[in-house]
C-alpha cells in the first residue's frame, strides 16, 4: 500500500482547486447581490458598503479570499502544466463535429488570467482607487456609488468590463457544475439539474455585474 | 441501402515516424475507387499493398480482431480519435463516413505516455499497469463459494457491466486536451466498486490506482467530457464523478 | 496406438482419483520453477494467474501489446455450465452428454467428463473476480438456453462474455505481475520451442518492436495460443490470430491432432469485396425470428423487396420441415453454400442468402424484433450501411473455431514431455464439432483447474536440472529462426504476402471448407504445395527484421498455414467418414446428412511430422475412442 499523497494528487488537486472555486463562487454570489443596491441609491449603497468596510471581521475575510484565490491559482497553474506535459506533441487538425471539446472548458487557464487581472485592475480601481466621502446623517462614509458613477463614464473602460464578466461567466458555466463532479456527486438523475443551476448561476453573477454599470453608464 | 455507392477517391496525410526518438511527419497518398463498404483499416490495408508494391514502405499501425471488441485499433482521424462515428472503434469505422474527395489525417494517438513505437502504433503498457496497482480483486483461483451466495442487485450489475464494457483503447486519454487517463482508471475503479466482490478492497483500490495513474504522467481531469464522446464503448462520465468520490473516502479514511 | 494416460476408474471418480494420485510440488519448492506460458486469452491467463498464485516463477508471452487483447475477448454467446440455477434438471452427467453427442462422438470421454465437472468452479471463480454476468432482479445469476440446449445452462454478460471473462483473467494476471511473481512479455512471438533431449525446456522469441530473436528457459512451456481459423484468410479470428507457435512445435515432436475439424458458422457477414480483411459473426439466435431465402431463378439480381413471395425459396424450411431455420450450425452453412455454388446467392458479390425479419416484424411489431435483437442490427447496419428492419440481411457461413490441434494427453501434454497445450490449441474436448458457448469454458477449465494439478504432477516427478539459454540448444533454435525470418526478407520477390493468404484461403476454402470430396482434396494438396513453392520463390516482404513490420510477421505466419494448409487436407483425406465439421460428400446418407464410420475412424487422428526443414511430410497415428459411458447414435434434423 503507497503512502496516501492526497495533496499531491491530481485527483486531489482538482478537488482544492474546485472547492476553493465553490467558495469564491459563495463570495461572488454576496457580491453580486448587496450590489443591487446601486439600483436603490446611492445612500444605500455607500452605507452597505461602509458597514461591510467597517467591519473588524473583514480583514480576515479579505485574508480568506486571497488564500481561495491563491491555492485556486496554484493548482491552476500547476495543473496546467502537468496537462500540457501529459502531450508534449500536439494534434494536427482538431476534432470537429460531435466529438469536439466545448471551447469554455479547453480555455480554462486562459479565463482564468484574463479574470486574474480584472480581478487587480478592479481591485486597483475601487478598493485602492481615488477616496471620495459622502455624509449621511453625520456619519462620514466612503463615497463609492459616486467613484463607480465616475469610472464608468469611460465606454471603453465599460466595454472592457463587460468583457472580463462575460469571461467570467463562462468560467463559472464550466467551473460550478464541474467542480460538483470532482468532489464526486453525481446521479444520472441530478445531472441534468446540476447543469442547469451551473448555468443558471453563471448567468446570475454575470448579468447581475452587468446590468449595473451599464445602469450607471446610462443612466448617472 | 449505403448513402453513396459509388466508389470514391480519398487523399490521406499518414503519420509516418521511424521510432520513439526519431521524428515523425505526414505523407501523403491518394487512393482512387475506395469502396464506400471498405472499413477504414481495409483501406490502411490497400494504401500499404500499394507502398509496398512501389518498394515504399507500410505504414504500421496496431489492429486485431477488427470487430470493435480487442481496443487494440488507435488512430486519430482527423482530430477526433477512432473518427467521426460516436461509440465505434476505427477498424468498426467505414469510407461510407467519407466523401469522395476528402482529405483525412491520421495520427498516432499522442501522450506523453503513448509512446511512438513506429508510425500509428503507440505503447499502451501503463494501462497495464494501473491495473497491476489495484484492478482487481484479490481472490485466489480456488477461493470462491458458490455463484449464486451474493445476490447482487440487478441495476448496479448493470452499471458495473457498463462500466467493465471499457475495451483498454486509450481513446480517451488521445480524446482529451490533457491526456488524462481519468476516465479509464474511473471505469475499472466503478466496475469493482459497484461488486460486492470488489467492495473489500475499494479504498485501496482506488488510492493505489490513481497514484499510479499520476506517476505515469497523465494529465488532470477538467470533466470537458471529451473522453465519453471519443469512446467506443461509450463509458459515461459518472464514472470519474465515482472515482473522486471513492478516492476523497479513501483519503480521508485509509491511513 | 497413442497412450491418453487416461486414469482407471469409474468416469465419475477418475478426476477426482488422478488429483489424489497426481504428485504435488511443496509450496516452499515451487519458486525454483520457472513456466513459461505462450498465450494470454482464456486459458493463458488463467493458467499463469493461478500457477502463480501457487508460487510457481511464471513467464507469460502475448504477441499483443496488452494481456487483454488476446482474441477470446471476442466471444459473444457465453459460458456453460452445470449449475442447474433454472431448475431445468441439468447436470454434470448432462453436460458431459450433450457435449460427446455434440462433438459428433469424436472427442475422449474422459477428458469431457473433466470439463463438465469443473464447469461449476469455474463460473464460481469469475463471480468472486467480479465478472459481471447477467443477473435476473432477485440478484441471483442469469441463464439463457444457447445453441438448441434443451436447457439454459448459458451463463453471459449481454454481447460481451468472452470480453468480461478475459479481463477477470487478466485482472488475477495482472495482480500476479504486480507482485512480481508473473514476468509479462508483450509484442512477443515464439517462433521455436526448445528441447533438451527431447524434453521441452525453453522456447525462442521474437520481440516485434525491435526484431530481436531472444530466448527463455523455463522447467515446462505451456501453449496457449488459440486456434488457426486463419489458415482460411477469411475468418471471424483476429487478424494476429495464426497457428505459429503451435505448428512450430509440430517440427520439435508434438503430434497435431485432427487438424480437419473446422467449425463453421452460419450467420456471419458476407464478404463485401476483395479489399475484404476479415468477417464478423453474429448471434446464431437470429434464426429465432429471421427466415433464410434465396430466389427462386438463378441469376435473379432484383432487389429483395422486388422478389415476390412466389418466387422465394426457404430453403432450410422446405427441406428440414421440422426444424426449419434451425437446423444445427454445419447443416445451415452446407446448405447456403450450396445454393451460392447453384448461382442462387444474392448481393453484390452473389455469395450470401437473405436472412429477413419482415414476417418476424409484421407478427411481432417492429418493437419486440428491437428488444431481441437490437444490439445485432446496429452492429450489422454500422458494417453494412443497410437498414435490416426495412431489408433483409446479408449473411453467409465463415470459419470461426478450429476444434483441432496439438495431441494432449489427459494431463494437457503433448507428445514432447513438458510442453503442455491449453485451450483452443490443443484437440481433446470438442470432438468434430464444438457446441455454443463451450469454447469459454474449455479455455477456462485448462487454465484455472486442471493444468494446476496436472503440472505439479509432471514437475514433482521428473528430474529437471537448469538450464541455461547458452546451452548449445538455445542457440541452434535462435540461430535457425533468424536464418529462416533472413531468408524471407532475401526473397525479395513480387507477390505479397496477403495475396498468398488470400489464395491459400481460397484453396482451402473451396476443397477443405464446408463439404469435402476426395477429389477436391487432392487437388487442395497439389495446389498449396505449389503455391507454398512459389512462396518461398516470389514473396515481397518490405523492411528489416530489426523494426516494427507487420509484413514480416505475416510472412512467417503464412508460411506456417501453407504447411498446415496441407496437413488439414491430408488430415480431411484420410478420414473417409463425415462427422460434426468434417463433411465428406462420398459419406452422406440419402437425405444429404452426416455419416459416421464408427467402425473404422473412432479415433484421434495425430499427426506427426516427418519432414525435413523445407519439404514438409507428415505420419499420421491413431489413439482409439472408447466409449464406455455414452451410446453413439447419429444424428436427425427432419
Known amino acids: 500500500m503507497s503512502k496516501n499523497n492526497y495533496f499531491s494528487s491530481s485527483v486531489g488537486k482538482k478537488q482544492l482547486m474546485g472547492i476553493t472555486g465553490l467558495a469564491l463562487c459563495g463570495f461572488l454570489f454576496a457580491h453580486v447581490s448587496g450590489n443591487f443596491l446601486l439600483f436603490v441609491g446611492a445612500k444605500e449603497y455607500n452605507m452597505y458598503s461602509h458597514a461591510l468596510i467597517s467591519n473588524p471581521f473583514l480583514v480576515l475575510a479579505e485574508l480568506g479570499l486571497v488564500l481561495f484565490i491563491l491555492i485556486h491559482m496554484v493548482q491552476a497553474f500547476v495543473l496546467t502544466r502537468m496537462n500540457k506535459e501529459a502531450r508534449p506533441v500536439k494534434y494536427a487538425i482538431k476534432a470537429k463535429g460531435e466529438k469536439a471539446t466545448s471551447l469554455v472548458s479547453t480555455y480554462m487557464w486562459q479565463q482564468g488570467v484574463i479574470i486574474l487581472v480584472f480581478i487587480a485592475l478592479h481591485l486597483w480601481t475601487f478598493k485602492y482607487g481615488e477616496v471620495i466621502y459622502a455624509e449621511y446623517d453625520g456619519v462620514q462614509v466612503r463615497d463609492l456609488f459616486g467613484l463607480v458613477v465616475q469610472v464608468f463614464q469611460s465606454p471603453i473602460y465599460l466595454a472592457g468590463y463587460l468583457l472580463a464578466l462575460l469571461v467570467l461567466g463562462l468560467h463559472l458555466s464550466h467551473g460550478f457544475q464541474s467542480t460538483f463532479k470532482t468532489m464526486g456527486f453525481n446521479h444520472p438523475k441530478y445531472e441534468p439539474k446540476l447543469k442547469l443551476m451551473g448555468h443558471s448561476f453563471a448567468a446570475y453573477v454575470a448579468l447581475g455585474f452587468m446590468v449595473q454599470p451599464v445602469y450607471i453608464y446610462l443612466f448617472h | 441501402m449505403s448513402e453513396n455507392s459509388k466508389n470514391m477517391t480519398i487523399h490521406l496525410k499518414l503519420w509516418k515516424q521511424d ?161 488524462s487517463a481519468s476516465l479509464f482508471v474511473a471505469a475499472k475503479i466503478t466496475h469493482l466498486s459497484l461488486l460486492p466482490q470488489g467492495q473489500l478492497e475499494h479504498r485501496q483500490r482506488a488510492l493505489n490506482m490513481v497514484d499510479q495513474m499520476d506517476k505515469e504522467g497523465f494529465g488532470a481531469c477538467t470533466n470537458t467530457g471529451a473522453c465519453s464522446l471519443a469512446c467506443p464503448k461509450e463509458i459515461s462520465l459518472d464514472s470519474i464523478a465515482l472515482m473522486n468520490r471513492e478516492y476523497l473516502k479513501s483519503s480521508v479514511k485509509e491511513r | 496406438m497413442l497412450d491418453a494416460k487416461i486414469p482407471n476408474g469409474p468416469i465419475k471418480s477418475k478426476w477426482e482419483q488422478h488429483r489424489f494420485n497426481c504428485k504435488r510440488v511443496n509450496p516452499a519448492n515451487r519458486r525454483k520453477y520457472d513456466i513459461l506460458v505462450v498465450g494470454t486469452g482464456l486459458a493463458g491467463a488463467s493458467a499463469a494467474a493461478s500457477l502463480a498464485e501457487m508460487g510457481y516463477k511464471v513467464k507469460s508471452f502475448c504477441i499483443q501489446d496488452s494481456a487483454r487483447r488476446a482474441h477470446s475477448i471476442a466471444a459473444q454467446g457465453g459460458i456453460n455450465a452445470a449449475k442447474n440455477y433454472p431448475n431445468d434438471g441439468d447436470s454434470v452427467w448432462n453436460l458431459f452428454y450433450d457435449t460427446v453427442k455434440g462433438g459428433d462422438y469424436r472427442s475422449r470421454e474422459s477428458n469431457v467428463y473433466r470439463l463438465s465437472e469443473v464447469s461449476n468452479n469455474i463460473i464460481d471463480q469469475c463471480v468472486a473476480q467480479g465478472v459481471p454476468f447477467a443477473r435476473e432482479y432477485g440478484g441471483m445469476l442469469d441463464n439463457r438456453s444457447f445453441g438448441g440446449a434443451q436447457v439454459s445452462r448459458t451463463f453471459y454478460a449481454k454481447g460481451q462474455t468472452g470480453q468480461q471473462l478475459l479481463i477477470g483473467a487478466y485482472q488475477a494476471l495482472s495482480r500476479q505481475i504486480g507482485k512480481g511473481n508473473v514476468e509479462m512479455f508483450h509484442r512477443r512471438e515464439m517462433l521455436d520451442l526448445v528441447t533438451v533431449d527431447g524434453v521441452a525446456r525453453g522456447i525462442t522469441t521474437r520481440n516485434l518492436v525491435n526484431g530481436e530473436i531472444e530466448s527463455h528457459s523455463g522447467h515446462a512451456v505451456l501453449l496457449c495460443t488459440g486456434g488457426y481459423g486463419n489458415v482460411f484468410y477469411l475468418s471471424t479470428n483476429a487478424m494476429n490470430s495464426n497457428a505459429t507457435a503451435a505448428y512450430r512445435c509440430t517440427k520439435k515432436g508434438a503430434y497435431f491432432a485432427n487438424p480437419c475439424y473446422t467449425q463453421i458458422h452460419p450467420t456471419c457477414i458476407p464478404v463485401s469485396g476483395e479489399y475484404q480483411s476479415k468477417l464478423t459473426l453474429m448471434s446464431e439466435s437470429l434464426r429465432n425470428d429471421g427466415r433464410i431465402w434465396v430466389p427462386k431463378n438463378k441469376g435473379d439480381n432484383r432487389p429483395p423487396l422486388e422478389i415476390p413471395e412466389e418466387e422465394r ?99 494437457l501434454q503433448s507428445t514432447v514431455p513438458g510442453l503442455h497445450v491449453l485451450g483452443e490449441a490443443n484437440f481433446s474436448d470438442h470432438g468434430a464439432n464444438r457446441l455454443g458457448a463451450s469454447a469459454l469454458m474449455q479455455g477456462l477449465a485448462d487454465g484455472y483447474f486442471v493444468i494446476p494439478y496436472t503440472l505439479g504432477n509432471y514437475i514433482g516427478s521428473s528430474d529437471l536440472p537448469e538450464i541455461s539459454t547458452d546451452h548449445e540448444a538455445f542457440k541452434l533454435s535462435r540461430k535457425e529462426v533468424e536464418e529462416s525470418l533472413s531468408k524471407l526478407l532475401n526473397i525479395k520477390g513480387e507477390k505479397l504476402v496477403d495475396e498468398y493468404h488470400r489464395d491459400l484461403g481460397a484453396i482451402m476454402w473451396e476443397r477443405v471448407g464446408m463439404s469435402r470430396n476426395e477429389e477436391g482434396l487432392k487437388k487442395a494438396i497439389t495446389e498449396i504445395s505449389a503455391l507454398r513453392e512459389d512462396f518461398w520463390k516470389n514473396v515481397k516482404i518490405s523492411g528489416e527484421g530489426t523494426h516494427l513490420n507487420a509484413e514480416l510477421e505475416k510472412a512467417a505466419r503464412v508460411a506456417d498455414f501453407l504447411e498446415l494448409g496441407e496437413l488439414m487436407a491430408r488430415d480431411a483425406l484420410e478420414r473417409k467418414e463425415s462427422c460434426g465439421g468434417h463433411f465428406r460428400e462420398e459419406h452422406q446418407s440419402q437425405d444429404n446428412e452426416a455419416k459416421r464410420d464408427d467402425e473404422n475412424f473412432c479415433h484421434v487422428a495425430a499427426w506427426e511430422y516427418t519432414g525435413s526443414k523445407n519439404n514438409p511430410s507428415w505420419s499420421r497415428h491413431t489413439e482409439k475412442l472408447d466409449f464406455e459411458s455414452v451410446k453413439l447414435v447419429t444424428r436427425s434434423y427432419k
Open chain 2, 19 to 179: 521510432g520513439p526518438k526519431s521524428k515523425g511527419a505526414f505523407v501523403s497518398h491518394t487512393v482512387k475507387d475506395v469502396s464506400p463498404d471498405m472499413s477504414f483499416l481495409e483501406l490502411i490495408d490497400v494504401v500499404n499493398s500499394e507502398f509496398i508494391k512501389k518498394d515504399k514502405r507500410p505504414v504500421e499501425f496496431d489492429h486485431d480482431c477488427r470487430e470493435g471488441i480487442c481496443g487494440t485499433c488507435s488512430m486519430v482521424i482527423n482530430g477526433e480519435a477512432h473518427g467521426p462515428q460516436k461509440a465505434t472503434t476505427t477498424c468498426q469505422l467505414h469510407m461510407r463516413s467519407f466523401c469522395d474527395g476528402d482529405t483525412i489525417t491520421v495520427e498516432p494517438f499522442r501522450a506523453k505516455t503513448f509512446r511512438v513505437v513506429r508510425d500509428l502504433v503507440v505503447d499502451r503498457s501503463s494501462f497495464d499497469r494501473i491495473i497491476q496497482k489495484g484492478g482487481f480483486v484479490s481472490v485466489n483461483t480456488g477461493n470462491a463459494q458458490d455463484a449464486n451466495n451474493i445476490p447482487i442487485s440487478k441495476p448496479d450489475s448493470d452499471r458495473s457491466f457498463s462500466a467493465a464494457a471499457c475495451i483498454g483503447c486509450g481513446a480517451c486519454v488521445a480524446a482529451c486536451k490533457n491526456a
Open chain 3, 313 to 411: 425459396d426457404y430453403y432450410l424450411e422446405r427441406i428440414y420441415p421440422s426444424f426449419g431455420n434451425l437446423v444445427p450450425r454445419d447443416v445451415a452453412s452446407r446448405q447456403a453454400k450450396f445454393r451460392v455454388d447453384e448461382g442462387r446467392g444474392v448481393g453484390k458479390t452473389g455469395i450470401a442468402v437473405y436472412l429477413d425479419f419482415s414476417d418476424a416484424i409484421a407478427r411481432l411489431g417492429k418493437k419486440a424484433v428491437s428488444a431481441k435483437y437490437s444490439n445485432l442490427f446496429e452492429m450489422y447496419e454500422k458494417i453494412t450501411g443497410e437498414d435490416p428492419y426495412t431489408v433483409p440481411m446479408k449473411i453467409y457461413p465463415a470459419v470461426h473455431y478450429t476444434m483441432g490441434g496439438l495431441w494432449v494427453d489427459y494431463n
